[in-house]
């Protein structure tokens, strides 16, 4: 079974209208953490906005938040006011445990494509 | 926030010869590093886990003999394709742990590996 989905392909929207991008993930441990990350064409990947698994708040970065429903087992990621420089990949990632030093594991992504 | 880099940016080579990748934490000593691969339009795969002064701990599929992972510093790890075949190009990344105080892994900007 996949640790972490991502149903959506590609989602298009308009400039300065919000979008969510979907997640869930699948683990039995109790302490973990959720991730989102924006890869452009350039390949790099740029830190979004993380989520502890005992974190109570949703988080928020500026125009990104994180839908977090732990009893469902989702992380969807919501951008308000799109911006024409979003268009990217995004990546949902899981890191299972305690530890800050583990490997992240990644859904397929979803590319965002944004229109003025 | 930490930075590591990744040389080179890009390389292309002949199918047979060896290709070496290196990792860098630039301010900030880095016990883990991780090597992903990135195939187009697909998600990152973790390769191998690189702890200073140590083996690297492979994942399932991934050839330890054509894929030569040394740590052998803090600040230093190095990815070597060996006898490289077409079907190895594709976009490695590597990220790096950092203890304290940022306790966060931080991503590289990649290597793109094309083999004629």
């Known amino acids: 079974a996949q640790k972490i989905t991502q149903t959506q392909p590609g989602m298009f929207v308009q400039e300065k209208e919000a979008v969510t991008l979907d997640c869930t993930y699948d683990?039995?441990?109790?302490?973990?953490?959720l991730f989102w990350y924006k890869q452009p064409s350039s390949g790099e990947m740029i830190f979004l906005i993380y989520?502890?698994?005992?974190?109570?708040q949703n988080a928020t970065e500026g125009r990104y938040s994180l839908n977090f429903q732990k009893a469902r087992k989702s992380a969807n990621l919501v951008i308000s006011a799109s911006q024409l420089g979003d268009s990217a990949m995004y990546f949902c990632?899981?890191?299972?445990?305690?530890?800050?030093?583990?490997?992240?594991?990644f859904g397929k992504g979803t590319t965002l494509s944004v229109s003025s | 926030g930490a930075v590591v880099s990744q040389h080179p940016s890009r390389v292309i080579c002949k199918s047979g010869t060896s290709v070496k990748i290196e990792c860098r934490s630039l301010?900030?000593?880095?016990?883990?590093m991780f090597w992903y691969r990135q195939f187009p339009k697909q998600s990152l795969m973790l390769m191998a886990t690189?702890?200073?002064?140590?083996?690297?701990?492979?994942e399932q599929g991934v050839e330890k003999d054509k894929f030569l992972i040394n740590h052998a510093s803090l600040t230093l790890s190095t990815l070597t394709v060996t006898s490289a075949h077409p079907e190895d190009s594709s976009f490695y990344i590597c990220?790096?742990?950092?203890?304290?105080?940022?306790?966060?892994?931080?991503f590289g900007p990649g290597t793109r590996l094309t083999v004629l």
């Open positions: 990220s790096a742990y950092s203890g304290a105080p940022y306790n966060e892994q931080f």
């Open positions: 683990t039995s441990d109790q302490s973990y953490g």
């Open positions: 989520q502890g698994s005992y974190d109570e």
């Open positions: 990632a899981m890191r299972e445990g305690r530890q800050a030093g583990t490997a992240l594991i």
């Open positions: 301010d900030f000593q880095a016990t883990t």
């Open positions: 690189s702890n200073e002064g140590s083996k690297a701990t492979y």
